[in-house]
């Protein structure tokens, strides 16, 4: 369920009203499904490494010091740990701004505040009260958007309150597809580059949860390729068919999403069906993005503490950060994650739209370079298992390596273009231009760097002196076998369930 709907938050519902304006509803659709299918061949990869051996602190950052050289464990360890860092206040941030659209007396500030202690809170606590409540979070995002297609459905034939039947008139008026920067072909194709750009943020850093929940879940080696084979449905109906169904009940040109607001206001869903003349559900789609920011903001916090947990594990942290609490939990690493919720209260001085676009542009590098990163760990690990003759993989894919390899491709491109716009005369401003890039140079002095420390270090481990066995003995002894359910169909279920 967390691989279902753990990091989906305000980037999809909120984000991808201003992505629509951008690119309108060809090119926003086409972009999801493209990057829907580079996110895929990445988790298939890296779900491949996971499986294989997942230990406790199990983390992409940890895949790579082990499968590649300490230098990438290093580099990739602290991207994480500042880049999921900074987007939990970007969530906090989303959903005091989703809060603000019924006008509240109060000041955004308390909202904040609130919401803080909440997700600080859950994850000081031991790890299966993370779990339940993400289960359930998670549980509502699902149920929310599956109301969401349906409703979006049955605007398409003209069930709203005026029997309107929508189809794909947006389509046709203002167009499938927007210009932007310029005008014509070039036009188009510029808003068709800033679309697949924007369209990466709602994916930013949902496959690594699935690696980081492998070291602490039950039977890991047989649950996380379980986890892969479904992602596949999460991707086409939940991120798809929200873009196909925003592309149906809200025109791109719509001034709530043009005008480049952040708040709930500017949620393609909430647009659409108030223009449909549907009363209260605005206000109820506007509580479950708040939910979702508020599970997002817990997923978040949860990757940053842990990658800083891992990065000390493997020597490239402080050793107090891999201190724990009887029950598990990595306190002093939860606390240090902790601290970049403050940055939550730059929204109460600043312009929200202004302060929203800082955190996507800067975390939409951090995330390419993540999966960059991600493609080459796989690759390596599969050069270590053919070196050594190892056939027993739990998970293995028949995209790879090839996915890995068009994966790098895509995400090197993205990365290169996030910021392309700043470079136009009337939109250049430095402060755009530092968030879009500022996260390549940051990476690549901590690589370096570590590259410079570790002087004699090869830069990549011959596949040969890979470690690919210490740990594998305390794994498999603590597999538990596939329970066997006898009896009728209804059992079955409630087991299941349970």
């Given at each position: 369920?967390?691989?279902?709907?753990?990091?989906?938050?305000?980037?999809?519902?909120?984000?991808?009203?201003?992505?629509?304006?951008?690119?309108?509803?060809?090119?926003?659709?086409?972009?999801?499904?493209?990057?829907?299918?580079?996110?895929?061949?990445?988790?298939?990869?890296?779900?491949?490494?996971?499986?294989?051996?997942?230990?406790?602190?199990?983390?992409?950052?940890?895949?790579?010091?082990?499968?590649v050289s300490r230098s990438l464990g290093f580099a990739m360890g602290w991207l994480y740990f500042y880049s999921l860092g900074i987007l939990v206040p970007y969530e906090i941030t989303a959903a005091g701004l989703?809060?603000?659209?019924?006008?509240?007396?109060?000041?955004?500030?308390?909202?904040?505040?609130?919401?803080?202690?909440?997700?600080?809170?859950?994850?000081?606590?031991?790890?299966?009260?993370?779990?339940?409540?993400?289960?359930?979070?998670?549980?509502?995002?699902?149920?929310?958007?599956?109301?969401?297609?349906?409703?979006?459905?049955?605007?398409?034939?003209?069930?709203?309150?005026?029997?309107?039947?929508?189809?794909?008139?947006?389509?046709?008026?203002?167009?499938?597809?927007?210009?932007?920067?310029?005008?014509?072909?070039?036009?188009?194709?510029?808003?068709?580059?800033?679309?697949?750009?924007?369209?990466?943020?709602?994916?930013?850093f949902a496959p690594e949860l699935l690696v980081a929940t492998g070291g602490e879940m039950e039977s890991p080696r047989r649950n996380l390729p379980t986890a892969a084979r479904r992602y596949i449905y999460r991707?086409?109906?939940?991120?798809?068919?929200?873009?196909?169904?925003?592309?149906?009940?809200?025109?791109?040109?719509?001034?709530?999403?043009?005008?480049?607001?952040?708040?709930?206001g500017a949620s393609a869903f909430v647009v659409g069906i108030k223009n449909a003349g549907i009363d209260v559900l605005d206000s109820i789609i506007n509580a479950g993005i708040i939910i979702s920011a508020w599970?997002?903001?817990?997923?978040?916090?949860?990757?940053?503490?842990?990658?800083?947990?891992?990065?000390?594990?493997?020597?490239?942290?402080?050793?107090?950060?891999?201190?724990?609490?009887?029950?598990?939990?990595?306190?002093?690493?939860?606390?240090?994650?902790?601290?970049?919720?403050?940055?939550?209260?730059?929204?109460?001085?600043?312009?929200?739209?202004?302060?929203?676009?800082?955190?996507?542009?800067?975390?939409?590098?951090?995330?390419?370079?993540?999966?960059?990163?991600?493609?080459?760990?796989?690759?390596?690990?599969?050069?270590?298992?053919?070196?050594?003759?190892?056939?027993?993989?739990?998970?293995?894919?028949?995209?790879?390596?090839?996915?890995?390899?068009?994966?790098?491709?895509?995400?090197?491109?993205?990365?290169?273009?996030?910021?392309?716009?700043?470079?136009?005369?009337?939109?250049?401003?430095?402060?755009?231009?530092?968030?879009?890039?500022?996260?390549?140079?940051?990476?690549?002095?901590?690589?370096?760097?570590?590259?410079?420390?570790?002087?004699?270090?090869?830069?990549?481990?011959?596949?040969?002196?890979?470690?690919?066995?210490?740990?594998?003995?305390?794994?498999?002894?603590?597999?538990?076998?596939?329970?066997?359910?006898?009896?009728?169909?209804?059992?079955?279920?409630?087991?299941?369930?349970?």
């Open positions: 369920m967390i691989a279902l709907g753990g990091t989906i938050g305000t980037g999809l519902f909120v984000g991808s009203g201003q992505t629509l304006a951008r690119g309108g509803p060809a090119f926003i659709l086409g972009s999801y499904i493209f990057m829907s299918f580079l996110i895929f061949c990445i988790v298939s990869a890296i779900i491949e490494v996971a499986a294989y051996l997942p230990t406790p602190g199990s983390s992409m950052n940890l895949f790579g010091y082990r499968y989703v809060i603000e659209y019924w006008n509240p007396p109060v000041n955004i500030a308390v909202w904040i505040s609130i919401m803080i202690v909440v997700i600080v809170g859950l994850n000081a606590l031991p790890v299966r009260f993370y779990g339940e409540t993400e289960f359930w979070f998670a549980g509502t995002k699902v149920i929310m958007m599956l109301g969401l297609l349906m409703v979006s459905f049955i605007l398409f034939w003209g069930g709203g309150p005026s029997h309107d039947r929508l189809g794909f008139r947006y389509w046709q008026e203002p167009g499938a597809a927007n210009t932007y920067l310029a005008s014509g072909d070039t036009g188009r194709f510029l808003a068709l580059l800033s679309t697949l750009v924007l369209s990466a943020f709602p994916f930013t991707l086409i109906i939940f991120y798809v068919g929200c873009v196909l169904a925003i592309s149906v009940i809200c025109p791109s040109n719509d001034p709530a999403i043009t005008s480049g607001g952040a708040g709930a599970s997002s903001g817990n997923s978040f916090l949860y990757l940053s503490s842990r990658s800083l947990y891992a990065l000390a594990l493997s020597g490239n942290a402080p050793r107090v950060f891999k201190t724990c609490s009887k029950s598990g939990v990595p306190y002093y690493a939860v606390a240090a994650s902790s601290l970049f919720c403050g940055l939550a209260y730059l929204n109460v001085a600043s312009s929200s739209a202004v302060v929203f676009n800082w955190f996507v542009n800067l975390t939409n590098t951090s995330g390419f370079i993540s999966w960059i990163c991600c493609g080459i760990v796989y690759l390596r690990f599969r050069k270590a298992c053919r070196a050594q003759n190892i056939t027993d993989l739990p998970y293995h894919s028949w995209l790879q390596p090839y996915g890995s390899y068009m994966a790098i491709t895509g995400f090197t491109f993205l990365c290169l273009i996030n910021g392309f716009n700043v470079f136009w005369p009337q939109n250049w401003n430095a402060s755009s231009f530092l968030t879009a890039y500022i996260g390549i140079p940051i990476f690549l002095v901590i690589y370096f760097g570590h590259r410079i420390w570790a002087w004699h270090d090869p830069w990549a481990y011959r596949p040969e002196d890979v470690d690919m066995q210490t740990g594998m003995a305390e794994v498999l002894a603590e597999e538990i076998p596939p329970k066997t359910i006898e009896g009728p169909w209804w059992k079955k279920f409630s087991l299941i369930w349970q």
